[in-house]
């Protein structure tokens, strides 16, 4: 599985959707984080912070998502099932 | 030398010129030197020989940066034509636009800009500077008045570009102004590698014939060593050219580029924001001088001035307000803070373009650029209010993303401009150019913004570019991306 010009397998993707979320979510500690934890859970996941998820995974996993597939999108468990839908 | 009933004009600068300084040379360049007496006979030469052009008001001009230029220019203005202003680059289609705009009765050209308007019909007569030196001077003393200098047409950066017919009472206005902000004298000597179809290069031009300096004109700035020494070679005072340009200057030795700048007292810059690194640099490359800004358009030249001094901040304004200019904040319908401009440097009326004259209001330019002043009176831009990019209702100016994405290295040059989207109405797009053998890709990009930009700021799309489409003076042509 090739993502973005690099190997990759299901760890890595994981790894890299942690990352983004991790960098979208600038206050969010890797202790913290959770692939569960839904949107209405967290204090500033709003509609530039979704818009800002989607841009970075389908920059780096050079994808690119419907608007209805953004839309789904509530917790880091549905941002990693939306990817590797695409990456197969 | 002839009477005029109102105040000085352009010819009365160079007749000043003569009467004082007769010997004194007032023009270098590649073609030939030219002393302010030798440039007075060939003005009025030109002038003559242009008599058979007698039907219409206007004369087209295109050519690089030349004497033949510089005489010509006069030479049309001194037969009391308003001499039309055209890009050698023009495009085939906008050169027809204007011809067509202007009622132009005759092109005047170069033999370099014949040759590129070779297949072009014109559909109006098309001479070369060889052919009008040619025809017999009819009239020895010409001199003919005419309240309109030259027509030129805006960049049209964000829109298609509008026709600005520049006043003599107007130049006279901007020119007295930057003598006296700027310190020009008979003493310096300019070295000016700008176009000269444009207002900055030409409002150089226009305060060298004023004050009686020396003016040291080169083709353009393409040859970033020979600028350089070019200030040597001609013991320069003063120097005029784009940000982009002292941005490249800055890839000199540094020992290099302060010994280049030992004798200037003058760098003058303009037409797009410098960049703070650039400014905060030359404050320490000028030991004997300064660097300075304005900020103006075509239509309203030279509206505010800055001299970037080592005591004070400011790095990134245009400046005070002119002398005898007015300079306005106002509210407009999206909230933006629209700059409008008051005062002589200011046209009363585009050319033949009555939905363009909606703009002025009561003597007041809206200029379309977006501002605000400090406490102190310093003006600082924001952008266009047409490049405004509305995310979800978030209010964003190109620049302030630009900004922070030029400190990424691997970023030679960015444009961030709007694009549609369904639920945002616009999202941030970029457009990058990436420096030659640069590994940057679009997530560090990203990572970057997402420290240094509030999150509606982040770009959603980004591509990299070859190169993005711009303007002779730098500025980018908004309207073309996509």
Partial sequence: ?88 | MRSFTFKMNIINFLENCVEKYPTKTALINEERNLTFQQLYQEVQNFSSCIEFLNKKNVISLIAENSTSFIIGYLGIINSGKIVHLISPEISELNLLNQIKSADSEAIICSNTAKKNLEYTSTQIPLFEFSDIKSKSALNVNNSKTNDLAYLTYTSGTTSEPKGVAISHAMIEFTTKNIVKELGYSNLDVDVLPLPMHHSFGLGCFHTSLYVGSTLVLLKNANNLEYVLESLKKYNATTLAAIPATLTKFLKFDRNVLENYFADIRLVITNSTLIPKNTVQDFKQILKKGHLATYYGLTEASRSTFMIFDKNNGHEESVGHTAPGVEIKIVNGNNNDEEIWIKGNNVIKKYWNNVKADKNLVDGWLQTGDIGYFDEEGYLFLKGRNDDIINVGGEKITPYEIEEVVKQIPGVDDVAAFGVDHEIFGQVVKLNVVKSKDSDLDKSKILTHCMKNLEKFKIPSKIDFVESLPKTDYGKVKRFMLK
């Fill in chain 1, 1 to 88: 599985m090739i993502v973005a010009g690099v190997l990759s397998n299901d760890s890595e993707v994981e790894g890299i959707i942690k990352n983004i979320f991790l960098e979208v979510f600038p206050n969010l500690s890797e202790a913290e984080f959770s692939w569960n934890k839904e949107q209405k859970d967290y204090e500033s996941w709003d509609s530039f912070t979704q818009l800002n998820l989607i841009t970075f995974v389908e920059s780096k996993f050079d994808i690119a998502l419907s608007l209805e597939e953004s839309i789904d999108i509530k917790s880091a468990h549905d941002l990693l099932k939306c990817v590797r839908s695409h990456l197969k």
